[in-house]
Antibody
């Protein structure tokens, strides 16, 4: 059974870079798309971006200039970097597997942007 | 970017009722690439419906999806207590994926 686990700092200072990693266990990262989704406190879901196992990416237009998603097939991991963060980037960040829909999700990790 | 608008924002019903949730797109969603998720408090979303009308693995048949083009509907035929949650639609037919703002289904 495939499981996803997000990891990374829970607190990031304004203007710095948010970095998260999603580790895939119980299955291979090969042949799937993998996504990052975030949810600000008390609000709805927002698509951040996705990556195919071969490295092809697609980002939300509203975040495109600040976001980078990468994949490491040798470690069965994919990662998110979001630079120049502000308080508006405070959210619960989920990683998920795409398979005609996001069918496997991590539990999510809370990232707070504050000095 | 395709904008998805869900209605109503909140739907108040009782167990045993029929629920109809709407998701309207700002432009046609290619190939009916429209997905529905359920999210309960403190939990990650759960995939319910993909390709507008296909139930995901393990989803009860009281959940059904329909629609094409710009208008999509999620129907729950007979509400169970565990169905009260927030429901999101999401499209993946456009140049970038987007979510609707959600419909809260409350008792």
């Amino acid at each position: 059974q495939v499981q996803l686990q997000e990891s990374g700092p829970g607190l990031v200072r304004p203007s710095e870079t948010l970095s998260l990693t999603c580790t895939v266990s119980g299955g291979s990262i090969i042949n799937y798309y993998w996504a990052w989704i975030r949810q600000p406190p008390g609000k709805g879901l927002e698509f951040v971006g996705h990556i195919y196992y071969n490295g092809i990416t697609n980002y939300s237009p509203s975040l495109n200039s600040r976001v980078t998603i990468s994949v490491d097939t040798s470690k069965n991991q994919f990662s998110l970097k979001l630079n120049s963060v502000t308080a508006a980037d405070t959210a619960l960040y989920y990683c998920a597997r795409w398979n005609e829909g996001m069918d496997v999700w991590g539990k999510g990790t809370t990232v707070t942007v504050s000095s | 970017e395709i904008v998805l608008t869900q209605s109503p924002g909140t739907l108040s019903l009782s167990p045993g009722d029929r629920a109809t949730l709407s998701c309207r797109a700002s432009q046609s969603v290619p190939n009916s690439y429209l997905v529905w998720y359920q999210q309960k408090p403190g939990q990650a979303p759960r995939l319910l419906i993909y390709r507008a009308s296909r139930r995901a693995t393990g989803i009860p048949d009281r959940f059904s999806g329909s629609g094409s083009g710009t208008d999509f509907t999620l129907t729950i035929s007979r509400l169970e207590p565990e169905d009260f949650a927030v429901y999101y639609c999401q499209q993946h037919g456009g140049s970038s994926w987007t979510f609707g703002q959600g419909t809260k289904l409350e008792i």
